[in-house]
């Protein structure tokens, strides 16, 4: 197929063709090259899956609207080139259409390959810089794309909308596939490099189309070439191989870009309307949609910024294990339970030790001692009220801080002695966990380390008399 292709491409540059011979030649070959990449995309996707199937296959849909609606154009333009444009016309649509999704679902697979500690921006966010860029463009270009289209003499307005539709949208895709696959994650798979030089191909020939027509002069020979490189580039998309081959250090300046446009935009608009006193109501709307975009981008990236916030929050406050509190957090409670003047309530602080759980550790390995400790945490919130705190200190050891205090300790110990006493399914079979407990009560002259403190004596005092009891100290 590339020898084809080359084989087609000098054939119309070099103009030894007739006019509709070079026009056929090319109008076939792009036929020909969309069908055969369609093919491979739909081979190549057969042996995989996963998001990796499903880029696949919807370039295949991409590329059967391509191939139908040049198939179609080519029809139309040997028989009467006049009757463009028509309602076939829209299908070349479905190729930036089908393509934006295939590019999106790539880039959900690559976003989970993004190392830990690089932050990836959400797809919304990609879109919306993209949009942003693309609509930054228009604007600048305003003269150039809507004055052609309102004074062009002669030429359907229809139809130099029509194929500027074309372009805008490839330009769309061309600016999100390469935020996707480089500017913002870093990465870039040897499959999405030969997407977005085939975009940029068809989007070359639909820039050209846009220029003739609504300069009403001849397509040069060159018009046509990317439509039949385009597919070509798509072929070499479904066959290359499925490797990254560029991670670049995402860096800060790289999240400025699609503001970069955005103020030329500004100011170009305040300096024609200054130097003019009379505002392009177009570029004014145009304006208008992209301070929109940004709005709109800002407030999404705030709303991330505020969910992050709280993710980290709960991951420096909670052990990441059992979801209990960690003793960052229990210390922080116990501060603030302790300093309050009023109401005025007493504090109670239960202090729990697994008997003999380095043994389960060493005889069914850590997973079962993890899971142990999971159902005990469980067990242990269940059984508290939502005013307490449960943490876990490290290891096998947990603390809960009861705010009020119990009015009967002993019977809250048992009932959190229950907790323990319920044998755990680990390996598939029940086993015993016990737990040695130690419960003080507070009152507003402890500090929390001697509250700790207290609360781990009096657990040791409960261990040395045999294990598997309470110790409660007044």
């Not at 976003?111 to 228009?138: C, N, Q, R």
């Amino acid at each position: 197929m590339a020898v084809v292709g080359i084989a087609a491409v000098g054939l119309v540059v070099s103009g030894s063709l007739e006019p509709a011979a070079s026009d056929l030649v090319a109008d076939l070959t792009g036929v020909v090259g969309a069908v055969a990449a369609a093919a491979a995309f739909a081979w190549t996707g057969w042996y995989e899956s996963g998001a990796e199937r499903r880029w696949r296959w919807l370039m295949v849909v991409a590329l059967a609207w391509f191939a139908t609606a040049h198939a179609l154009w080519t029809w139309y333009r040997a028989i009467d080139p006049a009757t463009f444009p028509n309602a076939a016309n829209a299908l070349y649509l479905g190729l930036p259409f089908f393509a934006f999704f295939a590019v999106l679902s790539m880039a959900k697979k690559d976003h989970g390959k993004v190392e830990e500690h690089d932050v990836a921006p959400s797809h919304a966010v990609v879109v919306l810089d993209g949009l942003i860029i693309v609509g930054s463009l228009v604007a600048l270009s305003w003269k150039l794309t809507v004055d052609a289209v309102r004074h062009a003499d002669g030429v359907p307005v229809d139809r130099l909308l029509m194929v500027t539709s074309y372009t805008l949208a490839d330009l769309i895709l061309i600016v999100i596939a390469i935020l996707f696959a480089t500017a913002l994650y870093g990465l870039l798979r040897l499959p999405m490099a030969w997407l977005v030089l085939g975009l940029l191909a068809i989007g070359f020939s639909d820039a050209v189309y846009v220029y003739t027509i609504s300069s009403s002069s001849m397509a040069p020979p060159v018009a046509d070439v990317g439509y039949i490189v385009g597919p070509m580039l798509f072929l070499g998309a479904a066959l290359a191989p499925n490797r990254q081959f560029s991670q670049m250090t995402p860096r800060t300046p790289l999240l400025f870009l699609p503001y970069v446009p955005f103020a030329a935009v500004c100011v170009f608009t305040v300096f024609t309307t200054a130097t003019t006193g009379d505002p392009d109501v177009g570029e004014v709307y145009a304006l208008i949609a992209v301070v929109a975009l940004v709005v709109l981008r800002q407030v999404i990236t705030l709303r991330q910024l505020s969910v992050a916030r709280r993710q980290l929050a709960h991951q420096a406050t909670h052990d990441p294990l059992t979801g209990a509190s960690n003793r960052n957090l229990l210390l922080f409670r116990l501060d603030k339970a302790l300093s309050r003047a009023w109401p005025p309530r007493s504090l109670g602080l239960l202090y729990a030790d697994l008997d003999h759980f380095k043994q389960i550790n060493d005889v069914l390995g850590h997973e079962a001692g993890d899971a142990v400790l999971c159902a005990v945490a469980a067990r242990l919130n269940a059984r508290i009220r939502p005013t307490d705190t449960l943490a876990r200190m490290g290891g096998d050891e947990f603390v809960i801080l009861l705010d009020p205090a119990p009015e009967d300790p002993g019977d809250f110990g048992r009932r959190i002695q229950s907790a323990f006493d319920e044998p755990v399914f680990v390996c598939g079979a029940p086993r015993v966990v016990s737990a040695s407990l130690g419960y003080v009560g507070l009152d507003d002259h402890d500090s929390p380390d001697q509250a700790l403190a207290r609360a781990d004596e009096a657990m040791y005092q409960a261990k040395a008399a045999g294990r598997h009891g309470i110790r409660i100290n007044p």
